[in-house]
């Protein structure tokens, strides 16, 4: 062990921005491991969980529904429910929500065109760990890049889900059609988040922004966290 927490970064056949993930971790103070979509379990000394951007599967039936299949996200999800922290970013968004750890589903893009531009993100909620590192009404530049990132759910959900302050990020323009513009949200526990934006690109001023690693600074935060409550239950 390196003394960094350890961040598991889950890889499925497809996933093209793994590897960029790991090394954004890296930089903000984590000990990133890449684990295969088929094992059963994380590695031993697992603080926290990233589902990376990319196209699991060739997107097959709906983006991330057959990766959301995968035994590594059984793993997954048994580490969610034991209060680890997760995050889904894009792809990994879509997984988490096929997967039933993030209410709503991913739709088709309104204009039906791919998106890559960067995006101003609003954080409207830091009540979860995952974004510890910000504040409400702060503004975030992150890159985009989904056909697929039209977020849904029912009127009655919506509702009950602003009230819960689990819509943690809206864009500050209708970037594809996300219902209430909504570029993230966690899980009522807070433990879980998934976002369309792109963090692990967002990590050097080099590359137009280095707001994405407020969030993976809060992610290595909570995995340290993590590590700590169970080293000590």
Known sequence: MSGRPRVAVI??????????????LGAVGAEPVLVWHEQP??????GA??????????DYLRAGAIASLAPAVNAVRAFAAAGGPVLGICNGFQILCEARLLPGVLRPNRQLEFVCRDVAVRVESTASPLLG??????????PVKHGEGAWYVDEGSY??????????????EDVNGSLGDVAGLVNEAGNVLGLMPHPEHAVDPLLGSADGGLLLAALVDAAAAHL??????
Not at 228 to 233: D, S
């Open 11 to 24: 890889v499925f056949p497809g996933s093209n921005d793994d590897r960029d993930a790991a090394w954004a």
């Open 41 to 46: 379990e994380l590695p031993a000394g697992t």
């Open 49 to 58: 969980v990233v589902l990376p951007g990319g196209f699991s599967y060739g």
């Open 133 to 142: 590192r910000c504040e409400v009404g702060q503004e975030l530049v992150l």
């Open 159 to 172: 509702v009950r889900l602003a009230a819960r302050g689990q819509i943690v990020l809206r864009y500050g």
């Open 228 to 233: 700590h409550v169970v080293a000590h239950a």
